[in-house]
């Protein structure tokens, strides 16, 4: 089983939409089992699958996962929570044959990423969480989407991972912000013991407009910055108009009838190249 973490500091940069795309790639064009783990208060990969429930007491809308169909009694939501409070948790069914999700719920997450790491060690936590149902055969690849920092949440998702990939947009402080993503994941690579090492698979850039002076600019600023052009994902992914409609909760996928539209194609080289990298020759 390979555990795939999307992350980076910056907000803004594609990290739900490329979970989304590289996990119903892996169900519907190459037939592997998938789990998604949302980390993110924010739960918009969340409401991609679920619908979420809303709850206001008079500050910010905390978003909760839907009752779950085989939830008992006294555990009617399961959350990504649930793995730090050492709870019972379980996967929620999609509309997408063989693509589970575990969602976020805003509040307790936010309220477990400022645990204290006397309290709370979030990465062994989560590591016995994966050890728990590793020899199960329930998954071929878990995909990780984090929220925009290097908190304790996105080290521990690091420090579990075999792999990561890092998108960016060509704009300047996304850019520029890499060497410090790039620099995070290398102490955690230094840290790491076992045989199974963090690999990057790249660093994305997401959004591009290649037909602008200025993303052109940013794609050779990208390319050229040490420590990161070696990592560098080519083709970007292009902005669509339809890659953002895609994350409506409710919308077909873009690799609906093979991923023969031009949507799907225009995305199939970069997706390829990093599956390939995470997936080997599977």
Not at 94 to 123: G, K, M, V
Not at 137 to 142: N, P, S, T
Not at 150 to 171: C, D, F, M, Q
Not at 204 to 229: C, D, F, P, R, Y
Request: aromatic content about 8%; overall charge negative; charged content about 25%.
């Amino acid at each position: 089983m390979k555990i795939l973490t999307i992350a980076n500091n910056k907000g803004g940069v594609g990290k739900t939409f490329l979970a989304k795309l590289l996990a119903e790639y892996a169900v519907m064009i190459r037939g592997w089992r998938v789990l998604l783990l949302d980390f993110d208060p924010q739960t918009n990969l969340s409401r991609r699958y679920l619908d979420m429930d809303v709850v206001s007491d008079g500050g910010p809308d905390d978003f909760v996962p839907p009752p779950h169909p085989d939830a008992d009694e006294t555990t009617r939501h399961y959350s990504v929570a649930n793995i730090w409070d050492l709870e019972e948790v379980l996967p929620y069914e999609t509309a997408f044959e063989n693509l589970d999700i575990i969602p976020a719920h805003a509040n307790r997450l936010q309220e477990i990423e400022y645990r204290p790491p006397h309290d709370l060690n979030h990465s062994v936590v989560l590591a016995k969480f994966f050890e728990s149902f590793k020899d199960d055969d329930l998954y071929d690849l878990v995909i990780i989407d984090t929220r925009p920092s290097k908190g304790r949440l996105n080290t521990a998702a690091l420090h579990v991972s075999t792999h990561v990939v890092i998108p960016t947009e060509l704009e300047a402080p996304s850019v520029e912000g890499l060497v410090g993503m790039i620099g995070l994941v290398n102490r955690v690579r230094d840290v790491r013991t076992g045989d199974c090492p963090l690999s990057v698979c790249g660093v994305l850039a997401n959004k591009a407009q290649m037909n602008t002076v200025i993303h052109k600019e940013h794609w050779e600023m990208l390319n050229s910055l040490e420590g990161v052009g070696e990592y560098i994902v080519e083709p970007p992914l292009p902005h669509r108009v339809v890659y953002k409609e895609s994350m409506l909760y409710g919308q077909p996928s873009i690799w609906v009838n093979g991923g023969k539209s031009e949507e799907a194609q225009a995305a199939l080289p970069a997706v390829e190249r990093v599956m390939s990298c995470v997936m080997g020759g599977s």
